[in-house]
Protein backbone atom coordinates (compact mmCIF):
# COMPACT_ATOMS: atom_id res chain seq x y z
CA UNK A 1 0.00 0.00 0.00
CA UNK A 2 3.05 2.56 0.73
CA UNK A 3 4.70 1.97 -2.57
CA UNK A 4 1.20 2.26 -4.52
CA UNK A 5 1.15 5.45 -2.27
CA UNK A 6 4.20 6.80 -3.30
CA UNK A 7 3.85 6.37 -7.11
CA UNK A 8 0.66 8.15 -6.76
CA UNK A 9 2.84 11.44 -5.05
CA UNK A 10 5.22 10.90 -7.46
CA UNK A 11 2.88 11.07 -10.19
CA UNK A 12 0.93 14.01 -9.01
CA UNK A 13 4.03 15.82 -8.33
CA UNK A 14 5.48 14.96 -11.97
CA UNK A 15 2.08 16.21 -13.49
CA UNK A 16 2.38 19.75 -12.00
CA UNK A 17 5.94 20.25 -12.37
CA UNK A 18 5.03 19.47 -16.18
CA UNK A 19 2.33 21.92 -16.09
CA UNK A 20 4.55 24.55 -14.21
CA UNK A 21 6.62 24.06 -17.56
CA UNK A 22 4.49 24.72 -20.00
CA UNK A 23 3.61 27.37 -21.89
CA UNK A 24 0.34 28.78 -23.28
CA UNK A 25 0.24 28.86 -27.31
CA UNK A 26 -1.80 30.99 -29.49
CA UNK A 27 -2.47 29.64 -32.97
CA UNK A 28 -3.93 32.11 -35.96
CA UNK A 29 -5.66 29.07 -38.15
CA UNK A 30 -6.27 31.22 -41.14
CA UNK A 31 -9.41 31.14 -42.98
CA UNK A 32 -10.13 28.17 -45.89
CA UNK A 33 -11.05 29.15 -49.15
CA UNK A 34 -15.36 28.53 -48.80
CA UNK A 35 -16.67 26.39 -51.20
CA UNK A 36 -19.74 24.48 -52.06
CA UNK A 37 -20.36 21.38 -50.18
CA UNK A 38 -22.66 18.57 -51.74
CA UNK A 39 -24.21 15.41 -50.00
CA UNK A 40 -26.38 13.76 -52.14
CA UNK A 41 -28.18 10.66 -52.83
CA UNK A 42 -30.11 8.17 -54.64
CA UNK A 43 -31.39 5.07 -53.75
CA UNK A 44 -33.55 2.26 -56.33
CA UNK A 45 -36.97 3.20 -56.02
CA UNK A 46 -36.35 6.82 -54.12
CA UNK A 47 -35.88 10.19 -55.36
CA UNK A 48 -32.67 11.61 -55.09
CA UNK A 49 -31.59 13.81 -52.04
CA UNK A 50 -29.23 16.62 -52.36
CA UNK A 51 -28.24 18.50 -49.01
CA UNK A 52 -26.19 21.92 -50.69
CA UNK A 53 -24.36 24.00 -48.03
CA UNK A 54 -20.98 25.94 -47.86
CA UNK A 55 -18.15 24.76 -46.38
CA UNK A 56 -17.06 26.33 -42.57
CA UNK A 57 -14.49 27.67 -41.25
CA UNK A 58 -12.24 25.83 -38.19
CA UNK A 59 -13.49 28.62 -35.87
CA UNK A 60 -18.08 28.66 -37.15
CA UNK A 61 -20.33 27.43 -34.31
CA UNK A 62 -21.62 23.94 -34.64
CA UNK A 63 -25.12 24.52 -33.81
CA UNK A 64 -28.35 24.50 -35.14
CA UNK A 65 -28.12 27.89 -36.15
CA UNK A 66 -24.41 28.09 -37.57
CA UNK A 67 -25.83 24.93 -39.91
CA UNK A 68 -28.91 26.50 -40.87
CA UNK A 69 -26.68 29.28 -41.98
CA UNK A 70 -24.50 27.15 -44.41
CA UNK A 71 -27.47 25.99 -46.25
CA UNK A 72 -27.33 27.56 -49.78
CA UNK A 73 -30.82 28.42 -51.25
CA UNK A 74 -32.22 29.48 -54.72
CA UNK A 75 -29.09 26.92 -56.37
CA UNK A 76 -30.31 25.31 -59.86
CA UNK A 77 -29.96 21.89 -59.33
CA UNK A 78 -30.43 19.07 -62.50
CA UNK A 79 -30.08 15.35 -62.66
CA UNK A 80 -29.52 14.26 -66.54
CA UNK A 81 -29.92 10.38 -66.90
CA UNK A 82 -30.22 8.70 -70.59
CA UNK A 83 -30.63 11.70 -72.14
CA UNK A 84 -33.79 13.06 -70.11
CA UNK A 85 -32.83 16.47 -67.32
CA UNK A 86 -34.58 16.63 -64.46
CA UNK A 87 -34.37 19.96 -62.35
CA UNK A 88 -34.80 18.99 -58.61
CA UNK A 89 -37.09 21.27 -56.31
CA UNK A 90 -36.06 23.07 -53.18
CA UNK A 91 -37.92 22.22 -50.39
CA UNK A 92 -37.55 23.04 -46.25
CA UNK A 93 -39.02 21.29 -43.54
CA UNK A 94 -40.83 24.17 -42.35
CA UNK A 95 -43.36 23.90 -45.36
CA UNK A 96 -43.74 20.48 -44.82
CA UNK A 97 -47.01 18.32 -43.23
CA UNK A 98 -46.54 15.96 -40.44
CA UNK A 99 -47.00 13.15 -43.15
CA UNK A 100 -44.74 14.60 -45.42
CA UNK A 101 -42.25 15.37 -42.61
CA UNK A 102 -42.28 11.61 -41.62
CA UNK A 103 -41.29 10.55 -45.10
CA UNK A 104 -38.51 13.50 -45.35
CA UNK A 105 -37.13 12.14 -42.46
CA UNK A 106 -37.02 8.50 -43.74
CA UNK A 107 -35.72 9.34 -47.29
CA UNK A 108 -32.97 11.85 -45.47
CA UNK A 109 -31.75 9.14 -42.87
CA UNK A 110 -32.44 11.54 -39.78
CA UNK A 111 -35.26 11.98 -37.12
CA UNK A 112 -37.58 14.36 -37.60
CA UNK A 113 -36.73 16.39 -34.02
CA UNK A 114 -32.71 16.19 -35.74
CA UNK A 115 -34.34 17.81 -39.60
CA UNK A 116 -36.59 20.01 -37.20
CA UNK A 117 -33.81 21.55 -35.39
CA UNK A 118 -32.19 23.59 -38.15
CA UNK A 119 -35.25 23.54 -40.45
CA UNK A 120 -33.39 21.59 -42.95
CA UNK A 121 -34.29 22.27 -46.61
CA UNK A 122 -32.90 19.79 -49.44
CA UNK A 123 -32.93 19.73 -53.02
CA UNK A 124 -35.17 16.62 -54.97
CA UNK A 125 -37.52 15.39 -57.39
CA UNK A 126 -40.63 13.15 -57.59
CA UNK A 127 -40.54 13.45 -61.06
CA UNK A 128 -38.03 10.06 -61.31
CA UNK A 129 -36.80 7.38 -59.39
CA UNK A 130 -33.56 5.86 -58.75
CA UNK A 131 -33.12 2.65 -61.33
CA UNK A 132 -30.33 -0.24 -60.97
CA UNK A 133 -27.78 0.14 -63.68
CA UNK A 134 -28.27 3.47 -64.20
CA UNK A 135 -25.64 6.50 -64.50
CA UNK A 136 -26.82 9.94 -63.38
CA UNK A 137 -25.30 13.55 -63.80
CA UNK A 138 -25.39 16.22 -61.40
CA UNK A 139 -24.82 19.54 -62.24
CA UNK A 140 -25.24 22.59 -59.79
CA UNK A 141 -25.33 26.49 -60.24
CA UNK A 142 -25.29 28.52 -57.21
CA UNK A 143 -23.96 31.67 -56.19
CA UNK A 144 -21.66 32.07 -59.33
CA UNK A 145 -19.83 28.61 -59.18
CA UNK A 146 -20.84 25.53 -61.16
CA UNK A 147 -19.94 22.18 -60.08
CA UNK A 148 -20.66 18.79 -61.38
CA UNK A 149 -20.70 14.86 -60.30
CA UNK A 150 -21.47 11.45 -61.49
CA UNK A 151 -22.96 8.43 -59.96
CA UNK A 152 -23.97 4.66 -60.75
CA UNK A 153 -26.43 2.68 -58.98
CA UNK A 154 -24.69 -0.48 -58.81
CA UNK A 155 -26.72 -4.27 -58.87
CA UNK A 156 -28.13 -4.98 -55.62
CA UNK A 157 -25.92 -8.48 -53.75
CA UNK A 158 -28.29 -9.95 -51.87
CA UNK A 159 -26.96 -11.98 -48.30
CA UNK A 160 -27.10 -15.55 -48.49
CA UNK A 161 -27.74 -15.85 -44.69
CA UNK A 162 -28.21 -13.69 -41.74
CA UNK A 163 -28.32 -14.50 -37.47
CA UNK A 164 -27.31 -12.99 -34.40
CA UNK A 165 -24.78 -14.35 -32.30
CA UNK A 166 -24.16 -13.53 -28.25
CA UNK A 167 -20.71 -12.09 -27.65
CA UNK A 168 -18.41 -13.39 -25.22
CA UNK A 169 -20.01 -14.26 -21.94
CA UNK A 170 -22.76 -11.58 -22.06
CA UNK A 171 -26.53 -13.07 -21.42
CA UNK A 172 -27.98 -11.03 -23.93
CA UNK A 173 -25.78 -8.72 -26.26
CA UNK A 174 -24.55 -9.70 -29.06
CA UNK A 175 -24.00 -8.71 -33.04
CA UNK A 176 -25.53 -9.41 -35.98
CA UNK A 177 -23.35 -11.89 -38.40
CA UNK A 178 -23.99 -12.58 -42.19
CA UNK A 179 -22.33 -14.08 -45.25
CA UNK A 180 -22.44 -12.89 -48.89
CA UNK A 181 -21.34 -14.22 -51.90
CA UNK A 182 -19.00 -11.48 -53.93
CA UNK A 183 -19.77 -11.11 -57.63
CA UNK A 184 -16.55 -12.42 -59.44
CA UNK A 185 -15.93 -9.15 -61.02
CA UNK A 186 -13.66 -6.47 -59.54
CA UNK A 187 -14.77 -3.50 -57.90
CA UNK A 188 -17.95 -4.61 -55.79
CA UNK A 189 -18.56 -1.82 -52.57
CA UNK A 190 -20.45 -2.36 -49.71
CA UNK A 191 -21.74 -0.25 -46.95
CA UNK A 192 -23.92 -1.61 -44.15
CA UNK A 193 -26.84 0.09 -42.37
CA UNK A 194 -29.53 -1.49 -39.86
CA UNK A 195 -32.04 -0.10 -37.59
CA UNK A 196 -33.92 -1.24 -34.72
CA UNK A 197 -37.68 -1.43 -35.69
CA UNK A 198 -39.69 -3.13 -31.92
CA UNK A 199 -39.87 -0.39 -29.18
CA UNK A 200 -38.75 0.31 -25.82
CA UNK A 201 -41.25 -0.97 -23.23
CA UNK A 202 -42.14 2.66 -22.17
CA UNK A 203 -42.69 3.95 -25.83
CA UNK A 204 -45.33 1.56 -27.47
CA UNK A 205 -45.55 2.09 -31.59
CA UNK A 206 -42.19 3.82 -31.41
CA UNK A 207 -39.22 2.11 -32.87
CA UNK A 208 -36.21 2.20 -30.59
CA UNK A 209 -34.29 3.76 -34.03
CA UNK A 210 -35.54 6.33 -35.93
CA UNK A 211 -33.60 5.51 -38.98
CA UNK A 212 -31.41 3.01 -40.50
CA UNK A 213 -27.99 3.60 -38.97
CA UNK A 214 -24.07 2.79 -40.01
CA UNK A 215 -22.20 1.34 -37.63
CA UNK A 216 -18.34 2.41 -37.79
CA UNK A 217 -16.19 0.91 -40.28
CA UNK A 218 -19.23 0.72 -42.21
CA UNK A 219 -17.65 0.50 -45.67
CA UNK A 220 -15.90 -2.58 -47.44
CA UNK A 221 -14.25 -3.31 -50.52
CA UNK A 222 -13.40 -6.62 -52.54
CA UNK A 223 -9.91 -6.70 -53.02
CA UNK A 224 -9.79 -9.16 -50.22
CA UNK A 225 -12.67 -11.24 -51.42
CA UNK A 226 -13.41 -10.80 -54.99
CA UNK A 227 -15.90 -13.95 -56.31
CA UNK A 228 -15.70 -15.10 -52.84
CA UNK A 229 -18.04 -16.08 -50.49
CA UNK A 230 -17.38 -14.55 -46.90
CA UNK A 231 -18.21 -13.81 -43.31
CA UNK A 232 -18.70 -10.89 -41.70
CA UNK A 233 -20.22 -9.35 -38.79
CA UNK A 234 -21.47 -6.17 -37.61
CA UNK A 235 -21.40 -4.17 -33.80
CA UNK A 236 -25.34 -1.50 -33.54
CA UNK A 237 -24.37 1.64 -34.68
CA UNK A 238 -25.75 4.76 -32.80
CA UNK A 239 -27.00 8.48 -33.50
CA UNK A 240 -24.28 10.86 -32.68
CA UNK A 241 -24.53 12.27 -28.92
CA UNK A 242 -27.72 9.56 -28.67
CA UNK A 243 -29.45 10.66 -25.00
CA UNK A 244 -30.59 6.87 -24.61
CA UNK A 245 -29.51 4.77 -22.40
CA UNK A 246 -28.89 1.49 -24.37
CA UNK A 247 -26.26 3.99 -25.65
CA UNK A 248 -24.33 5.14 -22.39
CA UNK A 249 -24.59 1.95 -20.77
CA UNK A 250 -22.59 -1.89 -20.90
CA UNK A 251 -25.24 -2.06 -23.73
CA UNK A 252 -24.28 0.70 -26.34
CA UNK A 253 -23.24 -0.87 -29.70
CA UNK A 254 -24.26 -4.00 -28.64
CA UNK A 255 -27.97 -5.43 -30.02
CA UNK A 256 -30.07 -7.57 -27.91
CA UNK A 257 -31.83 -10.80 -27.16
CA UNK A 258 -35.68 -9.31 -28.07
CA UNK A 259 -34.82 -7.02 -31.07
CA UNK A 260 -35.96 -6.98 -34.34
CA UNK A 261 -33.43 -5.62 -36.67
CA UNK A 262 -34.07 -4.57 -40.25
CA UNK A 263 -30.81 -4.41 -42.24
CA UNK A 264 -29.97 -2.46 -45.18
CA UNK A 265 -26.68 -3.53 -46.80
CA UNK A 266 -26.09 -1.36 -49.88
CA UNK A 267 -23.90 -1.78 -53.22
CA UNK A 268 -22.13 1.66 -53.59
CA UNK A 269 -19.41 3.18 -56.37
CA UNK A 270 -15.54 3.00 -55.11
CA UNK A 271 -15.33 6.52 -54.83
CA UNK A 272 -18.80 6.71 -52.58
CA UNK A 273 -16.88 3.78 -50.45
CA UNK A 274 -13.43 6.35 -50.10
CA UNK A 275 -15.22 9.15 -48.92
CA UNK A 276 -17.31 6.90 -46.25
CA UNK A 277 -14.08 5.49 -45.11
CA UNK A 278 -12.77 9.06 -44.65
CA UNK A 279 -15.24 9.97 -43.02
CA UNK A 280 -15.37 7.48 -40.75
CA UNK A 281 -11.74 7.59 -39.69
CA UNK A 282 -12.51 11.08 -39.18
CA UNK A 283 -14.95 10.58 -37.20
CA UNK A 284 -13.34 7.60 -35.04
CA UNK A 285 -9.87 9.68 -34.75
CA UNK A 286 -12.17 12.50 -33.47
CA UNK A 287 -9.18 14.71 -34.09
CA UNK A 288 -6.61 12.58 -31.88
CA UNK A 289 -3.30 14.17 -32.13
CA UNK A 290 -1.51 10.82 -32.48
CA UNK A 291 -3.78 10.24 -35.38
CA UNK A 292 -2.04 10.50 -39.40
CA UNK A 293 -4.54 13.66 -40.70
CA UNK A 294 -6.29 13.04 -44.08
CA UNK A 295 -8.33 14.73 -46.22
CA UNK A 296 -12.15 13.23 -47.30
CA UNK A 297 -11.98 12.28 -50.77
CA UNK A 298 -14.50 13.89 -53.39
CA UNK A 299 -16.26 12.84 -56.44
CA UNK A 300 -17.13 16.69 -57.03
CA UNK A 301 -15.61 18.48 -59.70
CA UNK A 302 -15.77 22.40 -58.20
CA UNK A 303 -16.42 21.48 -54.87
CA UNK A 304 -16.29 19.23 -51.77
CA UNK A 305 -19.16 16.49 -51.05
CA UNK A 306 -20.32 13.22 -52.26
CA UNK A 307 -23.11 12.43 -55.35
CA UNK A 308 -23.65 8.70 -54.22
CA UNK A 309 -26.30 6.15 -55.85
CA UNK A 310 -27.56 3.10 -53.84
CA UNK A 311 -28.34 -0.65 -54.31
CA UNK A 312 -29.67 -1.74 -51.49
CA UNK A 313 -31.09 -5.09 -50.66
CA UNK A 314 -33.23 -5.24 -47.13
CA UNK A 315 -34.00 -7.95 -44.84
CA UNK A 316 -35.14 -8.54 -41.20
CA UNK A 317 -34.08 -10.56 -38.39
CA UNK A 318 -34.96 -11.11 -34.83
CA UNK A 319 -32.41 -11.31 -32.20
CA UNK A 320 -32.74 -14.97 -30.25
CA UNK A 321 -30.45 -16.43 -28.13
Not at 19 to 40: H, M, N, R, W, Y
Not at 170 to 193: C, E, K, Q, V
Request: net charge negative; glycine share 8%; charged share 20%.
Amino acid sequence: MKNVLKYLFSLVLFSALLASCTKEVFIDIPEGEQKLVVEGFIITNSPPVIFLSKSQSFNDPIDPEGLANTFVSGASVEVHVEGDTYELEELCVSTLSPTELELAAELLGLSVEEIQAIDLCVYTSLDFFGEEGKTYDLTINAEGESISSRTKIDYAVPLDSLWFEIWGDTDSLGFIWGILTDPDTAGNNYRWYSQRINAYPNEPGVPKDSRYIPPSNSVSEDSFFDGLQFEFGYNRGQEFNSNKVDDNNDESFFFKVGDTIAVRPVSIRFDAYRFYRGLEEQVTTNGSPFSLPENIESNIEGGLGIWAGFGPTYDTIICTP
